[in-house]
């Protein structure tokens, strides 16, 4: 809880296309944690929703190792109302983690 609290209150912000993402580095682990959201708003069926919760968990768990920073927590918000194929998630997620390695470098 405690964790969470502390990456909506100084995390860092961006945004790529169809998602938006918050990540603090640095936080006293020996690895990185991340957490997906897809609003009930969006999308009122939790099939949907899961659906992309689970594409967007398979796409970091491919590219984790591009993570070049230890101790980062991640938050993946899910922004856009069509649904992205697996593809365009997969890029998308690897544009943000090139990103966060950018901005913590």
């Known amino acids: ?5 502390e990456l909506l209150a100084k995390g860092k912000h961006g945004s790529m296309q169809g998602m ?4 603090v ?4 682990n020996d690895y990185n944690r991340i957490m997906v959201s ?3 708003k969006l999308f009122k069926r939790a099939v949907k929703r899961n659906l ?3 594409r967007i968990r398979e796409s970091y768990r491919k ?3 591009n993570l070049t920073s230890k101790g980062t927590d ?7 109302k069509e649904i992205l194929c697996y ?12 990103k966060i390695n950018e901005r913590t470098a």
């Open 1 to 5: 809880k405690t964790g969470i609290s």
């Open 20 to 23: 938006r993402y918050l990540f």
């Open 25 to 28: 580095t640095d936080t006293g």
């Open 38 to 40: 897809v609003p009930k």
């Open 52 to 54: 992309l919760k689970r």
């Open 63 to 65: 590219q984790k190792h």
């Open 74 to 80: 991640v938050l993946f918000m899910y922004s856009t």
């Open 87 to 98: 593809e365009d998630i997969y890029k998308t997620v690897g544009q943000i983690i090139d």
